[in-house]
């Protein structure tokens, strides 16, 4: 399957959890890369570089899983 999203994380299915209108859905995820758009004075504020370690903080609205 191909979507547009970039941030994807592959992973497998721990335990999926039923309810009345909502399912919950636990994925263990494999190592991979999330790409981030900022802007270039974030970039510059934060001197950011290759090799830098940082932490990816997603901020959505839509978690989404396909398969």
Not at 13 to 27: D, I
Not at 41 to 62: C, F, M, N, P, Y
């Amino acid at each position: 399957m191909k979507l547009s999203a970039r941030n994807q994380l592959r992973g497998t299915v721990t335990a999926v959890k039923s309810g009345t209108v909502m399912a919950e859905v636990e994925v263990q995820i494999e190592p991979g890369q999330v790409v981030a758009a900022i802007t270039d004075q974030s970039r510059s504020a934060l001197d950011l570089k290759e090799g830098d370690q940082v932490t990816v903080i997603i901020k959505s609205t839509e978690v989404m899983i396909g398969k």
